[in-house]
């Protein structure tokens, strides 16, 4: 058998090389991990075929929004969270130093979210309804990743945003496709940030979200 069948490509070493948490965190996203494994077989949470590689593409994916969260953020919100990725993962990798607010509407995927928040004691809400029912919350950090395209994804996201809020949105090759777009209605700030966990992906960071007004007409 080679290395490649036996072991993972990456595993909680090479997380740990890279993301400099503590070994008390591993053993958390330890425990995520296989929580997941376990319920993936009655929920539909990951594509199947993730999971050989999970440490890479759902562990190591999250935790390297980590670094780019602004000091001092209280308030997080995860859009469209699913398994978690990446809010759940950044509550376990804070450590704490800020709440999680998980947005999910699928009832089934909220009851696993709130087993592995029970399992581990990160510091995460779970809200179990659409984006654009959510009100009356203002975020630090909105994070999401897989959730919609971007002239979907910035709906979603407006309300969210105040004058210091910062996006961090994980994507992929189609990235400046989905840009050219979004700038037909929206105004924004964006520098996209090459993804440390996916040679073909991107951290869009975000700031300055408004939508485009018309102009009035001349009287």
């Given at each position: 058998m080679s290395h490649s069948e036996s072991t993972p490509a990456y595993g909680p070493l090479d997380f740990t090389r890279d993301s400099g948490v503590a070994r008390e965190t591993v053993n958390h996203l330890s425990t995520y991990l296989d929580l997941l494994r376990d319920w993936n077989e009655r929920v539909n949470l990951v594509a199947e075929s993730t999971l050989a590689d999970?440490?890479?593409?759902?562990?190591?994916?999250?935790?390297?929004?980590?670094?780019?969260?602004?000091?001092?953020?209280?308030?997080?919100?995860?859009?469209?969270?699913?398994?978690?990725?990446?809010?759940?993962?950044?509550?376990?990798?804070?450590?704490?130093?800020?709440?999680?607010?998980?947005?999910?509407?699928?009832?089934?995927?909220c009851r696993f979210l709130e087993a592995v928040i029970a399992a581990t004691g990160a510091k995460a809400q779970v809200h179990n309804t659409r984006a654009e029912d959510l009100k009356r919350l203002k975020a630090d950090v909105i994070?999401?990743?897989?959730?919609?395209?971007?002239?979907?994804?910035?709906?979603?996201?407006?309300?969210?945003?105040?004058?210091?809020?910062?996006?961090?949105?994980?994507?992929?090759?189609?990235?400046?496709?989905?840009?050219?777009?979004?700038?037909?209605?929206?105004?924004?700030?964006?520098?996209?940030?090459?993804?440390?966990?996916?040679?073909?992906?991107?951290?869009?960071?975000?700031t300055g979200l408004t939508p485009w007004r018309k102009a009035p007409k001349p009287s």
């Open positions: 999970a440490w890479r593409r759902h562990m190591w994916d999250s935790a390297q929004l980590a670094p780019l969260i602004p000091p001092g953020t209280k308030t997080i919100v995860d859009l469209g969270s699913g398994a978690g990725f990446p809010g759940l993962v950044l509550a376990i990798v804070l450590g704490g130093s800020a709440t999680v607010h998980l947005v999910e509407s699928i009832q089934k995927k994070t999401a990743r897989a959730v919609a395209p971007l002239d979907r994804l910035f709906p979603l996201a407006f309300p969210f945003f105040s004058e210091r809020t910062v996006a961090l949105f994980l994507k992929g090759r189609s990235l400046n496709d989905e840009l050219t777009v979004a700038t037909k209605s929206w105004h924004f700030d964006a520098t996209p940030i090459p993804s440390r966990s996916d040679p073909s992906g991107f951290v869009l960071r975000v």
